[in-house]
């Protein structure tokens, strides 16, 4: 079955255009609500999103598709998306739900779903919500009587916040640490800064002012330069930035410079290693994370998994498999043993437990390798995917072939947005550029 509205994180696209129109997300309600209803119980799902102005429009459609099927409806209001899956089963609901385009713009969003164990749902139960949000689901309604209710709760926001706390040892405290956290006008605009704080820290908070329009717009893990600037201006110690649903994390040292998933994935592997607490001799990591964390975990004696792109492959691998670290290179880290999704804030915790742990300025902590060259091209596209293109194709074999053993290229099209990637790595950077450029151009013809 073609996937009509899912992509690889939930579904997503242009606030009130097809896929995200009220109409659709009133289906969508009613055919997830129909899809965990199980037994005589009352059910119950949970809501919660990010600061989009489509965000009330898109709630209030799904709150009318659940309801209508006999759902009851736990409003969270802003959530980090990682905090949502928590909280699903941490009130036995049995769907989680998230609205949210993570780290798009405000003219996007998307719809994420949980099941009762807290983890992304698997592609069979998304095929299954397709299959009924194009079907008449009149004679399913529940009866008059039968209706779901639906309301806001308090009080969500601190369980998060000390769930977050209690992944460190009780014992940690971050004061004297100076940390700006950039929190992209999102989900953590509150959440994090006060955890942050609660454990000892003197904290500079910047994109913390959602205004419906703003979230992710030069702020947040996408564009670090407003997170640079305040580190250096303020000369704190880390910056941490996350996107607009926090379940990603990229960090800036006392330098300025960015730190990506890779190296931040390398720092807990190692730190866990030596602890004891890392699972499965590895960790888990999608095709485009840097070839340097390969070969630098190779030198620990550790291997590192591949997965294709988008962190519920990479949960479920290490679901699978028995791992507990895991993520992606844009900085979704994945910590099983505290959260069933990438969780941005969790993360950037663990990183500060090993700048305390060792003493060393986080730019010693945080570059555990050097980066193989890495060049990626995004190029959009409307209609049918230029990758079927034989001009497309032609390049592509001949990019393989002039980079032979001593790097690799990756080429797709991304699930979340109408681009495609065009990714490569190769110890020899000049002759990496012309291949990336020759098919990003090729790429770029043909879906003129």
Known sequence: MTRKYFGTDGIRGTANRAPMTPDIALKVGMAAGLSFRNGVHRHRVVIGKDTRLSGYMIEN?????????????????????????MLTRSVRADLGVMISASHNPYQDNGIKFFGPDGYKLSDDAEKEIERLIDQDLSRQ??????????????????RYVEFAKRTLPREMSLAGLRIVVDCANGAAYKVAP?????????????????DGY??????????????????????????????GDADRVIIVDE?????????????????????????????????????????????????????????????????????????EQSGHIVLSDF??????????????????????????????FDPVPQILRNVRYS??????????????????????????????ASGTEPLIRV????DNEDVLTGVVDRIAEAVARAAA
């Open 383 to 412: 209609g049918a995917t230029p990758l079927d293109d034989p001009s497309v194709q032609a390049a592509i074999e001949d990019g393989r072939k002039t980079l032979g053993n001593s790097g690799r290229l990756l080429i797709r």
């Open 255 to 327: 330098n300025g410079k960015v730190v990506d998933g890779d190296q931040l994935m390398a720092v807990v592997a190692q730190s866990w290693l030596e602890d004891g607490r890392l699972a499965a001799s590895g960790i888990v990591a999608t095709v485009m994370s840097n070839l340097g964390l390969e070969r630098y975990l190779g030198g620990l004696g550790l291997t590192l998994a591949r997965t294709k792109v988008g962190d519920r492959y990479v949960v479920e691998h290490m679901r699978q498999h028995g791992y507990n670290v895991g993520g």
């Open 214 to 243: 703003n979230i992710n717009l030069k702020c947040g893990s996408t564009d670090t330069d407003a997170l640079c600037r305040k580190v250096h201006e303020v000369r704190a110690d880390i910056g941490i930035a996350l996107d």
């Open 141 to 158: 309604l529940a009866s008059p009587s039968e209706l779901g209710r639906a309301k806001r709760i308090d009080g969500m926001r601190d």
């Open 61 to 85: 459609a799904l709150v009318a598709g659940f309801t209508a099927v006999g759902l009851d409806v736990l409003l969270l209001g802003p959530m980090p998306t990682p905090a949502v899956a």
């Open 194 to 210: 006060e955890v942050l704080w609660e454990l000892g820290a003197e904290v500079i908070a910047i994109g913390v002012d959602p």
């Open 423 to 426: 990714m490569g790595e190769a």
């Open 339 to 368: 959260a069933t999704t990438g969780d941005g804030l969790v993360a950037a915790l663990q990183v500060l437990a090993c700048v305390s742990k060792l003493g060393r300025p986080v730019s010693e902590v945080c570059r555990r």
